[in-house]
């Protein structure tokens, strides 16, 4: 059972989810709104979104019902969203590492993903903004939307409503870790390709090699060889 609930307008659906966990009895929770006003992301980033253009979502689901660790759950959730877009639009649709949407090379979907402790319940607190019919991100040149990179015009709600139900369906029945990982390289972007990359302020030609269950990515750099990253300390340049 599932439920998915709708606010005109708030600051961030993150921070509003708990108080809706109050009042549900669902194992799934979802939160929505088109018009978000202070979108965050990874490690205190800002995700700003145009009202009434894209859609922040966000859904709570108990710990208790997954056996992956914290790294594992975040890249299926990734894959999930993936296959989702995947299906919707019928093209390729990549991860950029850790987990960033792309599609035709640009930045369709952020997504943040928090545990907090509500009512004596542990909760997985998944948000993710899309943009849907954006069209214009302010010089920000690696960002685009379905609208841009399809040429289609999504319906919001009928967007939203199919989400929730994929992605609680999905989240039935995750698969095992390898099968997360497997899905989570297959589609991982610029993988196997020659790319820029800037590591402590140098930049360095390199090639994605894969992500590891850990959390890492391994990359094979020019000068330096094979070697591992997390999250900040390295800059995939596209």
């Known amino acids: 059972m599932s439920e998915l609930f709708?606010?005109?307008?708030?600051?961030?659906?993150?921070?509003?989810?708990?108080?809706?966990?109050?009042?549900?009895?669902?194992d799934f929770i979802g939160l929505h709104t088109f018009n978000q006003t202070q979108g965050r992301g990874q490690y205190g980033n800002r995700w700003t979104s145009a009202a009434g253009q894209n859609v922040a979502y966000t859904l709570a689901a108990g710990i208790s019902n997954f056996r992956l660790?914290?790294?594992l759950f975040n890249y299926y959730t990734a894959s999930l969203i993936r296959s989702f877009l995947a299906n919707l639009t019928g093209l390729p649709v990549k991860i950029k590492w850790p987990n960033d949407i792309i599609l035709k090379g640009k930045k369709i979907v952020g997504i943040l993903i928090e545990k907090k402790k509500i009512n004596q319940k542990t909760?997985?607190?998944?948000?993710?903004?899309?943009?849907?019919?954006?069209?214009?991100?302010?010089?920000i040149s690696n960002a685009g939307s379905l609208l841009t990179q399809t040429g289609n015009r999504f319906e919001l709600d009928g967007?939203?409503?199919?989400l929730h139900q994929f992605l609680t369906e999905q989240l039935r029945n995750p698969p095992s870790a390898q099968e997360v990982m497997e899905a989570f390289n297959a589609h991982l972007f610029r993988r196997n390709e020659i790319s820029v990359f800037e590591i402590e302020k140098e930049r360095q030609n390199g090639i994605i090699r894969h992500a590891d269950?850990?959390?890492?990515?391994w990359i094979e750099l020019e000068k330096d060889g094979l070697r591992s990253f997390y999250h900040k300390e390295?800059?995939?340049l596209y």
């Open 6 to 26: 709708y606010l005109k307008e708030c600051s961030s659906t993150n921070d509003e989810i708990p108080g809706f966990l109050l009042y549900g009895n669902a």
């Open 69 to 71: 660790p914290d790294s």
């Open 159 to 162: 967007f939203t409503s199919q």
């Open 234 to 236: 390295v800059k995939l």
């Open 213 to 217: 269950e850990q959390g890492a990515l």
């Open 123 to 139: 909760y997985y607190i998944i948000g993710a903004g899309f943009n849907v019919l954006q069209e214009d991100f302010d010089g």
